[in-house]
């Protein structure tokens, strides 16, 4: 089975700090992503990342950056916290292909910014 | 640009009766189509996808889904739901490239009456 594990489920940080939040998948795939959720929202796309070192941004990355120095690892940092950044966040990972190949995600990590 | 509707925020049921949840979709290309489903706290499972070929789609947990190109359409049905089938369910589609971005809509929070 794939797995995808971040590293914390639930974590509070204090408004300012510089947070790391990691995602580690063993199924040796080419794409990652991570994923912001909040109420009413859905699933909205921050960054991806389709090879080492290799990332594009996605809808939202605003107060963002990520980091991909090894193919099974994606850090997404928030630079300096902020109370607006208190969400659920999802990290996903999926091979490459036509569309069809689903992604997988991991269990989330429940960001409280105060 | 290619996005997914999902009309219903929240939609209860009571336990056996049928299910259809909503979701409509706007793209340019055959769109490669998916259901996720996400308990209280955890992160998503994959219920079914379409890319191609037979329109009726099965998948896990007694779900199916039927893709309708004239409707853009893409709902999930159950004929007979479980108390355990309480969660929040997502629509997504992809965007058909090697990176493969899921786009995915609100969400639509179902409850099952006992």
Same mark, same amino acid.
Request: proline content about 3%.
């Given at each position: 089975d794939?797995? *995808?594990?971040?590293?914390?489920?639930y974590?509070?940080?204090?408004?300012?700090?510089?947070?790391?939040?990691?995602?580690?998948?063993d199924?040796?795939?080419?794409?990652m992503?991570?994923?912001?959720q909040? !109420?009413?929202?859905?699933?909205?796309?921050i960054y991806?990342?389709?090879?080492?070192?290799m990332?594009?941004?996605? =809808?939202?990355?605003?107060?963002?950056? *990520?980091? &991909?120095?090894?193919?099974?690892?994606?850090?997404?940092?928030?630079?300096?916290?902020?109370?607006?950044?208190?969400s659920m966040?999802l990290?996903?990972?999926?091979? $490459?292909?036509?569309?069809?190949?689903?992604?997988?995600?991991?269990?989330?990590? &429940?960001?409280?910014?105060? | 640009?290619q996005? *997914?509707t999902?009309p219903?925020?929240?939609?209860?049921?009571?336990?056996?009766?049928?299910?259809?949840?909503?979701?409509?979709?706007?793209?340019?290309?055959?769109?490669y189509?998916f259901?996720? *489903?996400?308990? $209280?706290?955890?992160?998503?499972?994959?219920?079914?996808k379409?890319?191609?070929? =037979?329109t009726?789609?099965?998948?896990?947990?007694?779900?199916?889904?039927?893709?309708?190109r004239?409707?853009?359409?893409?709902n999930?049905?159950? !004929?007979?739901?479980?108390?355990?089938?309480?969660?929040?369910?997502?629509?997504?589609?992809?965007?058909?490239?090697?990176?493969?971005?899921?786009?995915?809509?609100?969400?639509?929070?179902?409850?099952?009456?006992?």
């Open positions: 794939v797995k *995808v594990t971040q590293s914390s489920r974590l509070v940080k204090r408004t300012g700090e510089k947070v790391f939040l990691e995602c580690v998948q199924m040796d795939h080419e794409n992503f991570w994923y912001r909040d !109420p009413g929202l859905g699933l909205r796309l991806f990342s389709y090879d080492v070192k990332k594009e941004k996605g =809808d939202i990355p605003e107060g963002y950056s *990520v980091s &991909r120095e090894k193919k099974e690892r994606f850090s997404l940092i928030l630079e300096s916290a902020s109370t607006n950044q208190t966040y990290c996903a990972s999926s091979l $490459p292909g036509q569309g069809y190949t689903e992604a997988f995600f991991g269990q989330g990590t &429940r960001l409280t910014v105060v | 640009a996005s *997914v999902q219903d925020i929240h939609i209860t049921v009571s336990e056996g009766a049928s299910l259809e949840l909503r979701c409509n979709y706007s793209y340019g290309a055959t769109p189509l259901w996720y *489903v996400q308990s $209280p706290g955890q992160g998503l499972q994959l219920l079914l379409y890319f191609s070929g =037979d009726l789609v099965q998948g896990i947990k007694g779900f199916e889904a039927e893709f309708k004239s409707q853009s359409s893409f999930l049905r159950k !004929p007979s739901v479980h108390w355990s089938d309480a969660a929040e369910y997502f629509c997504a589609v992809g965007n058909g490239g090697a990176t493969n971005k899921l786009i995915f809509g609100t969400g639509t929070l179902l409850a099952v009456q006992p």
